[in-house]
Every structure is written in structure tokens, then in C-alpha cells.
């Protein structure tokens, strides 16, 4: 990670296409490719370099500007450049770590707004690489049809999300209703409006073009709508939720790069030749101690522990309760070996520290992968950085690499293990039916509850 | 679609360079040029003629047009009483064929990949390939299988875990699978194997979630998977049958053949031949019942009441067009004015898909996805413009017809909590007791 990040003076990526023909002339002025011989007619055959058997054939993406503020410039201007990039990159880190905690202090409803803003984001960046490698900036339809689809994909998902969890106040408004209960029709009317805008956009020669961009499109949505709205979910459950696993991978990113800068020897994979196993394996037992801690720390408050409620009375989202059982603490009895290293027969701890463990051990072993798959990436499309947004970082993708898998882990983790379905959407469904269904599913539950003893025959609640 | 179909005898799965020059006869659109750099875009050999030699020799005769006519007519009626025969056999072969046929399509698709990105020297491809498949589908047979077979399911320990731990299990899979990607990853071959990666979720993404859709149609009732798929065949035959007698006018440069007279044509044959199929259907039971699974006799049952969707109705014809047919009121069956507006689907969007995949083909070259049909190309070629109407009458399902599964419901409530179960029962209570469907007095029985 201690590349030098220099970057010549290139035009911003709104400028960095250059016409076609001149493509196997760009920054890698040595890359002969047989795009020079396109210069017939039919565009279509630009394509002998992309679906080229070797990727020593693609011509580089010229690297965006140097973004970072003046500012720092001239405060850091004495030391060498590798330092000068070592404390770039650790003001912005700080930079960004209180950015978190600060939104964490706003609440939910920001945090919210922050994920939602970090995904169009990474949206924009992949899809700029996308345009950027099918030089398909001459087709600005395809523009506002990448931009419809993430549109309609968060409609659909946010849509799912508030029916969830603010049943309540959408009862209450008429047209609320109206759009919930057609929800998923409306939905894929909107998204079959932009496969036939698609269709009718296809244009002679270019169509193989358009149909990468269609594909690249979707696969992005893919990874980042669907992850976020995972995260969002998870965020839902308790914020507590959301802030270890991610605080788990900053971390491991972090602390591997901490071990291997000061005792990395062995490479670790080919595809990023700077991470070594001593990194890895030292981050791996740090994050699971962070988490450990952090999970004993968080679990304290109900702030970060409670699902949080949107309250219609007070029009807002409120985060109180009685805290679940795994966050109250309980005596277990160590085994004997630990016993012996730590010299007491109990300890005390949060059932919720448990699971951390496995988060923290997920966040250290596959995580990585996610950063492994994204350098394989930035390799293939020969890019330094996703987009140059954070100086001295790069892109928003490049932080949140790690991330991808995290999130639908927590999410399938949560309800796998932690909760069944959610009581509440179990009750909005059940209201949903026909009135004969309800009473048939009313008198099924009755015979069961009796069944367990939960209801008694007698007694009427 | 009458276009010549001289193939010469090739064997499938060689290397495309030797037979680059020498494989079409005729490719709608553009041509492809034969120099050097463009050896990739140059069109990919089309497989060895399968028309059984049987129908060779009878049809010897004929010109090579009418030839081509007799054996796309023979191949449909085949496929047409394949159809019926499969309906007879019941849900469970339908499961099983719609299962192969999503198979068939996923190779089809992926083997165009692999032509057009020459992938075939990455051997861990095609195992990733199909390993992915394989998770996709247990995660879906899995969800499928919980939902409808819930009782069979509690029975058997190992199946109980399992569907408990289901996603997590699918979610193992998977990641497994991203792993190994990522650890086959290859220097000089980084974009190549992005490519296959992403066309292979792309294509899982449309063919197997599409099939999935399917099956759960189909356990609506199987009327819901006989009109939709019936709708989409007659609308093709329709409007090719107007737009060969009649067509006149271009209807998009895509598909040069289509005509608005056919596609007009195809519009109205299609709303009425669908009327007329769910009012012959709506009669039988087996198909317009949920298809269950019956504990005791372990085996799918098609039997129950009717829901008034499939009960004739008095409906009052509006008066514009009483004068015209002199009725003042009809019997219809209810399910038929869904049907109208599943025929409207099938013959005004669902030509999409079949654009969408005639643009595919365009782009990376290819006259057919395959040639497993004599006559008709591949099973894709058949199903492209079914893509979107399996998920369209999903969608309109849960929509319009029906609210949630009730015996998905129930099994949901008996995961939770009691303390939840007994708040979700007094609020389902209070609930039916003002809207008057339960009395305090009928709470004694």
C-alpha cells in the first residue's frame, strides 16, 4: 500500500476518452494493440482488444488528477515524498474515522443517508471505469439508462425496507398504501420501461458495446445496491450490527498492514504482491481481540444495542428497549486450559462477544478476498485506483473493497442464527390476507399455542 | 425465419480459427470482415446439422425452402405434443423439465462465452461455471422446497437442519466458489476471467431466478404456467402467420422480418386465443388447484375447492358492445380477464426478449444460440421470449391474486418467539374481532 501515488498532469476522466483510433497510442505509448488497424468502419471490430486473449494487449486508462487539497500541499512540502504520502494518508484515515463517529453520534437516520450516499458512489466510480474501458462515452443514453436502473433497483429495495419497518406510519397515508400493496408491480414496470428503452437504444455497429454496458450495469447494481441494502438491514437490527463488522474490517485492514510493514517476509498472494502472511495472520488475532473489545464495549448501551423503531408519535426513530438477551452479561466457566492461563474459574461476558468472535474471524479470513478480487480487478482493466475521490486512498470503492462480502455475511449470520423472521412483517402479512384466511390461520395458531402452553384454554387475553 | 439454413458438417467444439471463413452462409446485419485483429468478432462456427436423417430423406425432394418450412412445422408439432404429453404427466415432470431446460440454456449461453473469449484453455472456467450454477440452484430448490414441503421437512432430522441453515449453507457455497475464483485468478488473463465471471452471473441471473419463477407459478396452479408459456408460443406463430401473409411494414431494425401487421395480428389472435384457453382450462380441477404435497399418500395431490376466480360469473356486457353481439349479460370465468391481461403482456412486451436476444446475437455474431432443434436453433432461441413473462405473472400474482403464502405464514410464526407468537395472536385477535369475523362468544369452541 506504500506505492507512490504520483500522477501526471491528465485530463479529469470527463476528458480522459480520446477517439477510438488513437486508443493504442495512450499513456502506455508502447502498447502496439490491433486497434490501430480499426480504423475501418465498423466500430463493432474495436473489440478484437477487449475480448483479446492476453491482457498485455490493452493500452492503459490514463490515471485521473492529483486531488489533493493545496493545503496539505504546502504543509507537508519539506519531506521526502514517501513520507510526505505516509502522512497524506494518515490525516485523511483520521479524517475519516471521526467523519464515522460523527454520523454514528447523528444516528440511525444519517447513517442511513450516508450508506445510501456511499453506494451511488461506488456506483458512479465502477460505472466511470465501465465508460472508461468501452470508451462509451459517445453513447450518452447509456448514461441515463445506467442511472434509471440503480434508480428503480434502490425503488425496489427501499420500498421492501420502509413497508418493513415503518408499517405503522405507512398505514396511515392513503397513497402510502396504495404504493405499498403494488409495491413489486410497480417496480418491475419501472424496470421494464428501462429493459425496453434498452432494446429500442440497441444501434447498428454498436450493439456488442451495448450490451457490455447492460451487463456491467447489472453486475454492478449487483454488488453494491444489494450489499448496502444489506447493510442497511443489518443496521436496522441494531446499530451494534453494523458498527463491529465494519469496525472489524478497518481494522484488519489496518492492523495487517501495521504487522506486515513492521515484520512482513512471505508473500502472500501473487495477485498483491505487498501483502504478506505475517500480516494476515498478525491482523487475524488482532481484529479478534478488537472485536472482542469492542463488542464489550458497545454492548453497554442501548444506543447501539436495541433494533431501532420508528415511533410514530414522536415521528422518529427511537432506539430503546430492553436489551435482548445476548447483550446481558452471564457467567460461563472457562474451559481448563484457559483456566489456567488466566487463573479464574468464571468470567463474565456479553453472549454477543461470542458471535463477535465470529465476525472478526470472517473479517480477517474472507474479507480479504474482497480486496484480493478488487485488486485482480483494478489489474485486469489496468487501473492504479477505482477514482481518485480520497487523496492518498483513492476511490470510495477502494476502502470499501474489504467490505463486500462482510455485509451479506452479517445479514445471513443474523438470520440464520440470531433471530427467525421479523415478527413485525410476519403481522403485516397476516393483516394483508383475506379476511377467511386470517380466521383459518387465527384458529391454527390457537389449537398450536394451546398445544405449547403458551395460551391457556381458559383464559381469554 | 425462412432463410436458408445450409450448414456445413462441422464438429461442435472445435477451436474457432480454423473455421472462421467457411461457417455462415448468411448473417442478418453486418459481416464479418476477415482480417487479422478481427479474428475474435468473426462469426462462430454453427454446429453440425442435426436433422434426423429420417426427415432428410423424406423431404429430399422438395425445394430446399419448402424443405426448411416442413421441418420447422414437423419440429413444432413435436414440440407442441412434447408439451401436452408433459402436462398430462403432472407437476413433478414439469419441475424436472423445467429444470433440464434451464440447464440447457445455461450451457448454451456460457458456451457462447467461451467462444467468444476463446476461454477454453482456463479448464477451472467451466467448473466454476457450473459450480455456481449448482449453488444458485439449491439456494432456490432449497427455498422452494421449505416453502412447500414444510410438513415433509420436519419430519426428516437431516432436512430439517439443513432448511434451517439454509441461507447460510447456500451463502458457504457461494463464497466458496468466490474464493476460488479469485485464487484462480491468472496473470495475463485477469480481464478474460472477469469476463467469464461476469457472464456467468449475468446469465445465472436471467435464466435460473427465471426458472425459479416458473416452478413457483406452476405450484400456484398450473394454469398459471400453461397460459403464460401458451400465450408466448401462439403469439409467435401468430404473428408470424400475419406477418407472412400480410406484412408489409418494417417494425424494428433489430429484426429485420418483423412486421407491424404481424406484431398487430399476433396482438389480437393472442388475447383471444388466451380467453379461450383459461375458459376451457378454468373447468378442470387440476388445474386450478395449488399443487400440494400430500403427507399421507407422499405424493403431489391437485385437489380442491375452486377459489372464485375459477367460478363462472354473470358479468353485464357494456352497451357498446351489446349492440354489436346481442347479449345483454355473459358467463365468463373471472380468471379470464387476468388472462386478457397476461395475452397483452406476452404480445406487446414480450417480443422485447426476443429483441433483446436477437440484439445478443447480433452482437457477438452468432445466427443461432445452438442447434440442439433442427430447424429452430437452440432451446434458448425457443424461450427468448419467455424471459420476461415468467417473472411478469409472478409478479402479477402476488400482486393482484393472492397475499402471501398462508402456509409459508404459519411456519414462519412457529420459528418465533413465544412472547412474539402470543403478541402477533392478540393483535390478529383484536383485528378479525373489529372487523367482526370473530365474536368473543365463538373464542369458547
Not at chain 2, 402467420?241 to 418483423?258: D, E, Q, V
Request: charged share 15%; aromatic share 16%; glycine share 6%.
Amino acid at each position: 500500500m506504500l506505492e507512490l501515488r504520483y500522477r501526471g498532469s491528465c485530463p479529469s476522466p470527463g476528458e480522459a476518452v480520446s477517439p477510438p483510433p488513437r486508443e493504442g497510442e495512450a499513456a502506455g505509448g508502447d502498447h502496439e494493440t490491433e486497434s490501430t488497424s480499426d480504423k475501418e468502419t465498423d466500430i463493432d471490430d474495436r473489440y478484437g482488444d477487449l475480448d483479446s486473449r492476453t491482457d498485455s494487449d490493452i493500452p492503459e486508462i490514463p490515471a485521473s488528477s492529483d486531488r489533493t487539497p493545496e493545503i496539505l500541499k504546502k504543509a507537508l512540502s519539506g519531506l521526502s515524498s514517501r513520507w510526505k504520502n505516509w502522512w497524506i494518508r494518515g490525516i485523511l484515515t483520521l479524517t475519516m474515522i471521526s467523519l464515522f463517529f460523527l454520523i454514528i453520534y447523528m444516528g440511525s437516520f444519517m447513517l442511513m443517508l450516508l450508506v445510501l450516499g456511499i453506494q451511488v458512489k461506488c456506483f458512479h466510480e465502477i460505472i466511470t471505469i465501465g465508460y472508461r474501458v468501452y470508451h462509451s462515452y459517445d453513447l450518452p443514453w447509456f448514461r441515463t439508462l445506467s442511472w434509471y436502473f440503480l434508480l428503480c433497483v434502490n425503488y425496489f429495495f427501499y420500498g421492501e425496507t420502509v413497508a418493513d419497518y415503518f408499517a405503522t406510519f405507512v398505514q396511515r397515508e392513503e397513497q402510502l398504501q396504495f404504493l405499498i400493496r403494488y409495491h413489486r408491480f410497480i417496480s418491475f414496470a419501472l424496470y421494464l420501461a428501462g429493459f425496453c428503452m434498452f432494446v429500442l437504444s440497441l444501434v447498428k455497429k454498436h450493439y456488442r458495446l451495448q450490451f457490455y454496458m447492460f451487463a456491467w450495469t447489472h453486475v454492478t447494481l449487483l454488488i453494491t445496491v444489494t450489499q448496502s441494502h444489506l447493510v442497511i438491514q443489518n443496521l436496522f437490527e441494531g446499530m451494534i450490527w453494523f458498527l463491529v463488522p465494519i469496525s472489524s474490517v478497518i481494522c484488519n485492514d489496518i492492523t495487517a498492514y501495521l504487522f506486515g510493514f513492521f515484520f512482513g517476509r512471505t508473500p502472500l498472494i501473487k495477485l498483491s504482491p505487498k501483502k504478506t502472511w505475517e500480516g494476515f495472520i498478525g491482523g487475524f488475532f488482532s481484529t479478534v481481540v478488537f472485536g472482542f473489545i469492542a463488542a464489550y464495549v458497545l454492548s453497554k448501551y442501548q444506543y447501539f444495542v436495541c433494533p431501532v423503531e420508528y415511533r410514530s408519535d414522536v415521528n422518529s426513530f427511537v432506539t430503546e428497549c430492553e436489551p435482548s438477551e445476548l447483550f446481558q452479561l452471564q457467567t460461563y466457566s472457562l474451559p481448563p486450559f484457559l483456566k489456567a492461563v488466566l487463573r479464574q474459574e468464571r468470567v463474565s461476558l456479553y453472549p454477543f462477544q461470542i458471535h463477535s468472535i465470529a465476525l472478526s474471524t470472517f473479517a480477517s479470513l474472507i474479507g480479504p478476498f474482497g480486496g484480493f478480487f478488487a485488486s485482480g480487478f483494478k489489474r485486469a482493466f489496468k487501473i492504479k485506483d477505482f477514482a481518485n475521490t480520497i487523496p492518498g486512498h483513492g476511490g470510495i470503492m477502494d476502502r470499501f473493497d474489504c467490505q463486500y462480502l462482510m455485509a451479506t455475511f452479517v445479514h445471513v449470520y443474523i438470520t440464520s442464527f440470531i433471530r427467525g423472521p421479523n415478527p413485525s412483517k410476519v403481522l403485516q402479512q397476516l393483516l394483508v390476507l383475506q379476511p377467511e384466511q386470517q380466521l383459518n390461520i387465527y384458529k391454527t395458531l390457537k389449537i398450536h399455542l394451546i398445544e405449547k402452553g403458551i395460551l391457556q384454554p381458559a383464559l381469554k387475553v | 425465419m425462412t432463410e436458408l439454413r445450409q450448414r456445413v458438417a462441422h464438429e461442435p467444439d472445435a477451436p474457432p480459427e480454423d473455421k472462421e471463413s467457411e461457417s455462415e452462409a448468411k448473417v442478418d446485419g453486418e459481416t464479418a470482415s476477415d482480417s487479422e485483429s478481427r479474428a475474435e468478432s468473426a462469426p462462430l462456427p454453427v454446429s453440425a446439422d442435426d436433422t434426423p436423417e429420417v426427415l432428410n430423406r423424406a423431404l429430399s425432394n422438395l425445394s430446399s425452402r419448402w424443405k426448411n418450412w416442413w421441418v420447422r412445422g414437423i419440429l413444432t408439432l413435436a414440440m407442441i405434443a412434447f408439451f401436452f404429453i408433459i402436462i398430462y404427466l403432472g407437476p413433478m415432470v414439469l419441475m424436472i423439465i423445467v429444470m433440464c431446460v434451464q440447464i440447457k440454456c445455461f450451457h448454451e449461453i456460457i458456451t457462447i462465452g467461451y467462444n467468444v473469449y476463446h476461454s477454453y484453455d482456463l479448464p477451472w472456467f467451466r467448473t466454476l461455471s457450473w459450480y455456481f450454477l449448482l449453488c444458485v440452484n439449491y439456494f432456490f430448490y432449497g427455498e422452494t422446497v421449505t416453502d412447500y414441503f414444510f410438513t415433509l421437512v420436519q419430519r426428516e432430522e437431516p432436512l430439517r437442519i439443513l432448511s434451517k441453515y439454509h441461507r447460510f449453507i447456500s451463502f458457504t457455497l457461494y463464497l466458496i466458489g468466490f474464493c476460488m475464483f479469485v485464487l484462480s485468478l491468472v496473470k495475463k488473463h485477469y480481464r478474460l476471467q472477469f469476463y467469464m465471471f461476469g457472464w456467468t452471473h449475468v446469465t445465472l441471473l436471467i435464466v435460473v431466478t427465471q426458472s425459479h419463477l416458473v416452478i413457483h407459478n406452476l405450484f400456484e396452479g398450473m394454469i398459471w404456467f400453461i397460459v403464460p408459456i401458451s400465450c408466448v408460443i401462439c403469439n409467435d406463430i401468430m404473428a408470424y402467420m400475419f406477418g407472412f401473409f400480410f406484412g408489409r411494414t418494417p417494425l424494428i431494425k433489430l429484426s429485420p422480418k418483423k412486421t407491424w401487421e404481424g406484431f398487430i395480428g399476433g396482438f389480437f389472435a393472442t388475447v383471444v386465443f388466451g380467453l379461450l384457453l383459461s375458459y376451457v382450462m378454468s373447468g378442470y380441477r387440476c388445474f386450478v388447484c395449488p399443487v400440494e404435497y400430500n403427507n399421507d399418500t407422499n405424493s403431489f395431490t391437485v385437489d380442491c375447492e375452486p377459489s372464485d376466480l375459477f367460478r363462472l360469473q354473470e358479468y353485464n356486457i357494456p352497451g357498446v358492445i351489446q349492440s354489436v353481439i346481442g347479449w345483454k349479460t355473459v358467463r365468463m370465468y373471472p380468471f379470464q380477464i387476468h388472462s386478457i391481461a397476461l395475452s397483452t403482456f406476452a404480445s406487446l412486451i414480450g417480443p422485447f426478449g426476443g429483441f433483446f436476444a436477437s440484439g445478443f446475437k447480433r452482437a457477438f455474431k452468432i445466427k443461432d444460440f445452438a442447434n440442439t432443434i433442427p430447424g429452430h436453433g437452440g432451446i434458448m432461441d425457443r424461450f427468448d421470449c419467455q424471459y420476461l413473462m415468467a417473472t411478469f405473472v409472478n409478479v402479477y400474482i402476488a400482486s393482484f391474486i393472492r397475499g402471501p403464502n398462508p402456509s409459508k405464514l404459519i411456519q414462519q410464526f412457529l420459528t418465533l418467539r413465544p412472547d412474539q407468537q402470543l403478541h402477533i395472536f392478540n393483535t390478529l385477535r383484536s383485528h378479525l374481532i373489529d372487523k367482526g369475523m370473530l365474536t368473543s362468544a365463538t373464542e369458547d369452541e
